[in-house]
């Protein structure tokens, strides 16, 4: 409880009007995702929402920035049967999470973000 409570603190001071309001749609975002997929067995579940969570963070970041850091925005065509999907990394190098072992290659650099 006192690491939530301090996170909220934080964001209290740091971010005000829309912009705490925008961080709060994506922090909601993150955790209900990040919930959801640590709570299905179904690997298709988890896939989908893995990609909710990525669009959440993808977001944040653009809006946000990073602190000195460059995150790769990165994109696989086969992902949710060929419609494509994107996912953060901080390497450029592509390690497929939609796939793993299968395909660990397979995408591409969609986008750099520092």
């Known amino acids: 409880m006192g690491v939530a409570v301090a996170i909220n603190d934080i964001e209290m001071t ?7 309001m925008y961080w709060m749609e994506q922090v909601n975002a993150i955790n209900s995702h990040s919930e959801k997929i640590k709570n ?4 298709e579940v ?10 959440a963070m993808i977001k944040s970041i653009r ?9 790769y925005v990165q994109y696989c065509p086969m992902a949710k ?4 999907a994107d996912w953060i990394s ?11 072992d299968k395909m660990m290659k397979c995408g591409s650099v969609k986008l750099e973000l520092n």
């Open 90 to 100: 901080t390497e450029a190098q592509i390690k497929n999470p939609y796939f793993g």
């Open 46 to 55: 988890q896939r989908n929402q893995f990609d909710f969570l990525s669009q």
């Open 14 to 20: 740091l971010l005000k009007g829309d912009a705490h």
């Open 81 to 84: 049967d060929n419609q494509g």
């Open 63 to 71: 809006a946000f920035g990073t602190n000195d850091k460059t995150y």
């Open 40 to 43: 299905a067995e179904d690997v």
